[in-house]
Each structure stands twice: as structure tokens, then as C-alpha cells.
């Protein structure tokens, strides 16, 4: 477990205090606004967004604080990679403490993902119970997810620690003056898109289930980026992102596929050894061959129909809403 870091607060992450009395802080907005400096718009929505992770992570519902945690911790990966280009050695490097922490937390959350996974599977076959033995692989993962509870304290700890850790670097963080923020979110954005190519032709290519994961981390960063440039009146914003969340989604059912197909290869699923899992395999991977095919061209429409001239509408936007 990581020890007490950070913030003098014995390493464990709190919301900032509030003066006595004061009214309880809206949810955060997750948008940037235009009409502020982009270096104070990145702070506020890194102070407020790490306030939600600390709130999730002492939820009393684990499963749902941890998903929801790890949820935004994710939103702060894709804010940092947005304005990458102010800071990029600094900004990469806390980066990857958000995502040490959202991994700190993330085996209660799979395993409640291969139970909804497997939940799909059977209302979609109810045919397949049976031969498929999903009845039983159901009763082991659930069992799975009960025992996922153990440790939870040790991992929000050092999940906390690592955010923290994070949050404070970032305190303290000067933004390159030499660029204009709007040259560092058209940046940020062109490099979202470039990943998202650079995925969409490996998976296409080869069809490997790593090459899907990126392609999804890709879509779900161009997605929150979009969140954050909602208010610069940049033309079919709140369309585009209803289109990427969903494929999104099913990207992200391609993964739990993907994930429970290597557990049963590994043997780590749950089920004992003398159950037969290969009419299963075959069923998880006829699934997975569906799910691809489907997301495969919805990713390349939204990859041709990418907003062009991005450096030319932020600046534009910029320009118009500090007239």
C-alpha cells in the first residue's frame, strides 16, 4: 500500500474544505471556458475533478464509488492529453499517475464487468444456457466479484495517493506562453485523432484484441475532449459526441469480450478446471467477431467526418467569445 504522501493530510485524498456555512459545491463542470485563460480553466477542472474522485473513492457503495472514480480519473487522463502540448514532459508524466490509480482500483470493477458481460450473453442467448454452461460460469463470477471486495481499502489508498501526488505537481504547473491556448487544444484534439487512426488501421489490419483497446481509448478521449470544447460553439459538437459515446460503448463490450476470452485461456475465469468452457470460448469469440464488425466501419465514418481546420475554428471561437 502507498504510504502517506502528498498533502500533509496523511496521504488520503479529501475534497478542498469549504468556509463554514458555505453551500455544497455543484458537481464540477467538465467544460473549459473559453473566456478565461486556459491555464486557470486546466487548474479549476483538475482541483474539482480530483474533489470527485476523492468523493467516489469514500462512497459507501464500492462498486459503484470505484467505477465512478475510475470514470473520472479517466476524464482527467483525456484533459491532460488536451493540453499536452503547454507542458508535454510534465503533463505525460502525472498522465500516467491517473492512470496508476485507476488501475489501483480496477479489479473490483472487472470483475463486475465479466458478470454484466456474461448477463448480456445470457439474455442474448437464452438458447445457449445450457451447452454453453453460462448458468454455472455466472454462479463462479459472481462468487469472483464478492471476493473482488477484499483489499479495497489498501487500493483506494493508493489510488488516493497517487492522485493526490498527482494534483499537486500539477498545482504548480507553468504553461509554455510562447503558444496560445487555442494552439494547444487543436493540438491536443489533432493528436487524439491521430491515435484514433493510427488504432482504427491496426485493428482493421490484424484484429488483435490490443489493437481494439487502443482504438477504444482513442474514441473515449476524443469523446471527453469534446465535453471540455462544448462551450466554444464549435459546429455539431453535442451530435458527434452522442455518435462517439456509442461507440464507445460498444467498443467497450468488444474489451469485456476480449478480457473474459484471455481469462479463459489462462485458466483465471473462476470456474473449476473440470468444467468445459469451449463451447463458451466459441461463443465469446462469435461475439466478439459481431461486435468488431460493427464497430469497425462506425469508427471510420466518425474518423472521416473529424471537424477539419481545428486550429483555424478554435481560434475563430476564441476570438468571438472575448469580443
Known amino acids: 500500500m502507498a504510504g502517506a504522501r502528498g498533502d500533509g493530510r496523511g496521504g488520503v485524498l479529501q475534497p478542498l474544505a469549504r468556509p463554514e456555512g458555505a453551500a455544497v459545491k455543484p458537481a464540477p463542470a467538465f467544460r473549459i471556458d473559453p473566456a478565461r485563460k486556459l491555464r486557470d480553466e486546466f487548474g479549476r477542472i483538475v482541483e474539482e475533478t480530483c474533489d470527485a474522485v476523492a468523493v467516489h473513492l469514500n462512497a459507501a457503495d464500492h462498486r459503484r464509488g470505484l467505477h465512478e472514480a475510475r470514470k473520472a480519473l479517466k476524464k482527467l487522463r483525456a484533459l ?4 499536452r502540448a503547454a507542458e508535454p514532459k510534465s503533463l505525460k508524466v502525472q498522465e500516467h499517475r491517473f492512470r496508476d490509480a485507476a488501475r ?3 479489479g ?4 463486475t464487468a465479466a458478470v ?3 448477463e448480456r450473453l445470457i439474455a442474448a442467448h437464452p438458447d445457449r444456457i445450457v451447452d454453453c454452461r453460462l448458468g454455472e460460469i455466472r454462479c463462479h463470477l459472481l462468487a469472483r466479484c464478492a471476493q473482488a471486495g477484499a483489499g479495497l481499502d489498501e487500493a483506494r489508498g493508493e489510488a488516493s495517493a497517487l492522485c493526490i501526488e498527482a494534483r499537486d505537481e500539477l498545482r504548480g504547473l507553468a504553461f509554455d506562453e510562447k503558444l496560445s491556448d487555442d494552439a494547444v487544444l487543436a493540438e491536443g484534439m489533432e493528436r487524439t485523432l491521430r491515435h484514433w487512426k493510427k488504432a482504427l488501421e491496426a485493428a482493421g489490419k490484424d484484429g488483435e484484441a490490443e489493437d481494439f483497446h487502443e482504438l477504444r481509448k482513442a474514441v473515449k478521449a476524443h469523446w471527453a475532449q469534446l465535453g471540455l470544447l462544448r462551450a466554444f460553439g464549435l459546429r455539431g459538437v453535442g451530435q458527434r459526441r452522442e455518435a ?3 461507440l464507445g460503448e460498444r467498443l467497450g463490450e468488444l474489451n469485456d469480450i476480449h478480457v473474459m476470452r484471455e481469462a479463459v485461456a489462462r485458466g483465471t475465469l473462476g470456474p473449476p478446471a473440470d468444467l468445459d468452457t469451449r463451447a463458451f470460448d466459441r461463443l465469446l469469440k462469435k461475439e466478439a467477431k459481431a461486435l468488431a464488425a460493427a464497430a469497425l466501419p462506425q469508427a471510420k465514418k466518425l474518423l472521416q467526418s473529424r471537424p477539419d481546420g481545428l ?5 475563430k471561437a476564441a476570438a468571438k467569445l472575448a469580443a
Open 80 to 83: 491532460l492529453r488536451l493540453v
Open 104 to 106: 489501483a482500483i480496477a
Open 108 to 111: 473490483s470493477r472487472e470483475a
Open 116 to 118: 454484466e458481460t456474461l
Open 244 to 246: 462517439v459515446e456509442a
Open 311 to 315: 486550429r483555424r475554428r478554435m481560434r
